[in-house]
């Protein structure tokens, strides 16, 4: 319901900055590699929820390819969550 929205979203937000700040380190922020926030309805739906982290993902994974990093940053950012 309205919480695992609302955490989605959140979630989505952090990843979606995490994203932002690499490809503006990377020189690539005009590169498609930005992402659309959800609205608080696609967000009630975990559908649309997943596919959202899922192009957050590919695109994390693209930007590493693209700067030759590992994922040092995902790691830590989810070692941080804990």
Avoid: P
């Avoid at 590169?31 to 609205?39: A, I």
């Avoid at 596919?51 to 940053?73: P, S, T």
Wanted: zero cysteines; charged letters at 30%.
């Amino acid at each position: 319901g309205e919480a695992a929205g609302g955490l989605a979203q959140d979630a989505i937000g952090m990843l979606k900055k995490i994203l932002e700040q690499q490809a503006k380190l990377a020189g690539l922020e005009n590169t498609g590699l930005m992402v659309d926030n959800l609205t608080k309805q696609q967000a009630q739906d975990m559908e649309r929820v997943n596919a959202k982290l899922e192009e957050i993902d590919a695109k994390l994974r693209a930007l590493q390819e693209a700067m030759k990093v590992d994922d040092i940053v995902v790691k830590t950012w989810f070692e941080s969550g804990e």
